[in-house]
């Protein structure tokens, strides 16, 4: 391939998917899900108070596949879906692969292209439009760095819906600007602790400027859920069946790009906080190498030193959240008490990881490497010079992954056809950027002590 062809792979419109793939018949995966109060499993009728309706059958169901309707393709397109495949051409040539001659090629699916800046609004939009279909009026959330509230709160302004978001106070006088998009697409928008739930309250006595966390704000979302439960349901970003269900949607469309050039990739990598974009990236090429079409593919997670469930952790039955609030589901985990550095990539802070990603580790089908902020950060600059935008935090630790495994191929005279997903951009999180520009950038011990000490307090589960 010479360099002069154009990088930029789109998918005719008419292409755009009409189906999610579901991973779990595919792996076998029969886990309930466990409620964090009785500690065993419960019904889809109790979920259902608390998720929608059809997102519960989602999250339960063992079909291969299951049909994207018709309205919600529209929203598709709106969101700018199909989204891009990029030969990054010019970030090869920056770490010193030669396109003619190495045999090297790295391609990235660009998921920033979407108005909320990420991945996240593909299931944003599923889960308000299933919202409104179940007569749903409000959607509550929480919301950390403020990606996924950005992305909930555009999906309801589309589909006619009011949006209750909770977002951690740090974060929230942090990133002023991530909590006045959400307003602009009109939601409302609380510092957690807020004063609008009993558990905001309470830590409001102990403290009015409390700084909040996820587990707070998760707490504060699933009570204001269960208060108005007539016409409200809770909204989850990461993690559980039905998400990444409908990020799927990533990973057929790479397929079919690289289709189209001929090509099919020898190892393919996202970053990995709840397992969302990894798995929507990964699930379809996932069922080429589990129906041994692929034996030979290898897919690696990249997570951050800072929280690193996948690499360090235990694969257990643990809770979702800090409060217990959330169902416990079997996963890798470095336990729900857990702390992570503050990293600038706030999105792969989370504790534990999807329990579909999870299965597919315990099963030795994918990998999962560890990676140091400072190193994550400069990759992306370098990401940034080459090919034209400052790429999320989140998403530098696979473009610092995919970059590695470049190194590693032309070091072992491997032609090696790459895969990245690029999960967001960074334009609200520069932050990060001007802590690297300005040589403040931190690097954080890997948390062994504070993972064993939280691993303590996991639930004493008695199915399975
Ligand atoms: C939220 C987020 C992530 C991490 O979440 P996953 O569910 O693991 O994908 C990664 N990248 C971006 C841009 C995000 O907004």
Redesign the pocket.
Same mark, same amino acid.
């Given at each position: 391939m010479s360099t002069t062809t154009n990088p930029v792979v789109l998918l005719p419109p008419e292409k755009m998917p009409k189906q999610w793939i579901n991973l779990v018949p595919y792996i076998g995966y029969d886990l309930p899900l466990i409620s964090p109060q009785t500690l065993e499993p419960g019904t889809p009728e109790e979920a259902m108070m608390i998720f929608s309706k059809d997102c519960v059958l989602q999250e339960v169901s063992q079909e291969p596949a299951i049909d994207i309707p018709d309205e919600l393709r529209e929203m598709y397109y709106y969101a700018n879906r199909p989204t891009p495949l990029v030969r990054a051409l010019r970030l090869e040539k920056a770490i010193g692969i030669d396109a003619d001659t190495d045999g090297i090629k790295i391609y990235y699916k660009n998921e920033s292209v979407s108005p909320a800046g990420?991945?996240?609004t593909n299931t944003a939009l599923a889960q308000a439009y299933y919202a409104r279909k179940n007569g749903i009026e409000c959607l509550a959330t929480e919301t950390g760095a403020g990606?996924?509230g950005s992305a909930l709160s555009y999906a309801c302004a589309l589909f006619g819906l009011k949006c209750r978001v909770y977002m951690v106070r740090a974060s929230y006088k942090q990133k002023p600007y991530r909590g006045i998009l959400m307003r602009t697409y009109g939601a409302e928008v609380w510092p957690s602790p807020s004063d609008q739930t009993d558990v905001g309250n309470t830590f409001l006595e102990q403290d009015p400027d409390h700084p909040g966390s996820l587990g707070i704000a998760i707490s504060e979302a699933v009570e204001d859920c269960i208060k108005h439960n007539d016409n409200t349901r809770y909204s989850l !970003? =990461?993690?559980v069946n039905h998400v990444v269900l409908h990020q799927t949607i990533i990973g057929q469309e790479a397929k079919a790009q690289m289709e189209m050039l001929g090509e099919y990739p020898d190892i393919i990598i996202a970053?990995?906080?709840? !397992? =969302?974009?990894?798995s929507g990236l990964t699930f379809p090429f996932l069922i080429d190498k589990i129906e041994d079409r692929k034996p030979d593919l290898r897919i690696i997670a990249a997570e951050p030193t800072a929280a690193p469930k996948l690499t360090k952790g235990v694969y257990t039955f643990d809770y979702g959240d800090t409060g217990h609030f959330a169902p416990i589901v079997k996963m890798y985990t470095i336990g729900s008490s857990f702390v992570p550095s503050p990293i600038h990539a706030g999105?792969?802070r989370y504790h534990g990881a999807s329990p579909l990603v999870s299965m597919a580790l315990n099963k030795g089908l994918i990998e999962a490497d560890m990676l140091k902020q400072t190193e994550v950060i400069e990759a992306g600059v370098t990401f940034a010079r080459t090919e034209g935008f400052p790429p999320?935090p989140?998403?530098c630790h696979a473009v610092l992954e995919a970059i590695k495994q470049a190194k590693a191929a032309k070091e072992n005279r491997e032609n090696k056809i790459i895969l990245f997903n690029l999960?967001?951009h960074g334009y609200f999180d520069l932050g990060a950027y001007q802590a690297y520009l300005d040589g403040n950038l931190e690097d954080f011990e890997l948390p062994t002590a504070q993972i064993k000490e939280s691993l303590k307090s996991l639930p004493q589960v008695s199915f399975g």
């Amino acid at each position: 391939m010479s360099t002069t062809t154009n990088p930029v792979v789109l998918l005719p419109p008419e292409k755009m998917p009409k189906q999610w793939i579901n991973l779990v018949p595919y792996i076998g995966y029969d886990l309930p899900l466990i409620s964090p109060q009785t500690l065993e499993p419960g019904t889809p009728e109790e979920a259902m108070m608390i998720f929608s309706k059809d997102c519960v059958l989602q999250e339960v169901s063992q079909e291969p596949a299951i049909d994207i309707p018709d309205e919600l393709r529209e929203m598709y397109y709106y969101a700018n879906r199909p989204t891009p495949l990029v030969r990054a051409l010019r970030l090869e040539k920056a770490i010193g692969i030669d396109a003619d001659t190495d045999g090297i090629k790295i391609y990235y699916k660009n998921e920033s292209v979407s108005p909320a800046g990420s991945h996240k609004t593909n299931t944003a939009l599923a889960q308000a439009y299933y919202a409104r279909k179940n007569g749903i009026e409000c959607l509550a959330t929480e919301t950390g760095a403020g990606q996924w509230g950005s992305a909930l709160s555009y999906a309801c302004a589309l589909f006619g819906l009011k949006c209750r978001v909770y977002m951690v106070r740090a974060s929230y006088k942090q990133k002023p600007y991530r909590g006045i998009l959400m307003r602009t697409y009109g939601a409302e928008v609380w510092p957690s602790p807020s004063d609008q739930t009993d558990v905001g309250n309470t830590f409001l006595e102990q403290d009015p400027d409390h700084p909040g966390s996820l587990g707070i704000a998760i707490s504060e979302a699933v009570e204001d859920c269960i208060k108005h439960n007539d016409n409200t349901r809770y909204s989850l !970003g =990461s993690v559980v069946n039905h998400v990444v269900l409908h990020q799927t949607i990533i990973g057929q469309e790479a397929k079919a790009q690289m289709e189209m050039l001929g090509e099919y990739p020898d190892i393919i990598i996202a970053c990995h906080g709840g !397992g =969302s974009n990894f798995s929507g990236l990964t699930f379809p090429f996932l069922i080429d190498k589990i129906e041994d079409r692929k034996p030979d593919l290898r897919i690696i997670a990249a997570e951050p030193t800072a929280a690193p469930k996948l690499t360090k952790g235990v694969y257990t039955f643990d809770y979702g959240d800090t409060g217990h609030f959330a169902p416990i589901v079997k996963m890798y985990t470095i336990g729900s008490s857990f702390v992570p550095s503050p990293i600038h990539a706030g999105g792969l802070r989370y504790h534990g990881a999807s329990p579909l990603v999870s299965m597919a580790l315990n099963k030795g089908l994918i990998e999962a490497d560890m990676l140091k902020q400072t190193e994550v950060i400069e990759a992306g600059v370098t990401f940034a010079r080459t090919e034209g935008f400052p790429p999320a935090p989140e998403s530098c630790h696979a473009v610092l992954e995919a970059i590695k495994q470049a190194k590693a191929a032309k070091e072992n005279r491997e032609n090696k056809i790459i895969l990245f997903n690029l999960s967001g951009h960074g334009y609200f999180d520069l932050g990060a950027y001007q802590a690297y520009l300005d040589g403040n950038l931190e690097d954080f011990e890997l948390p062994t002590a504070q993972i064993k000490e939280s691993l303590k307090s996991l639930p004493q589960v008695s199915f399975g």
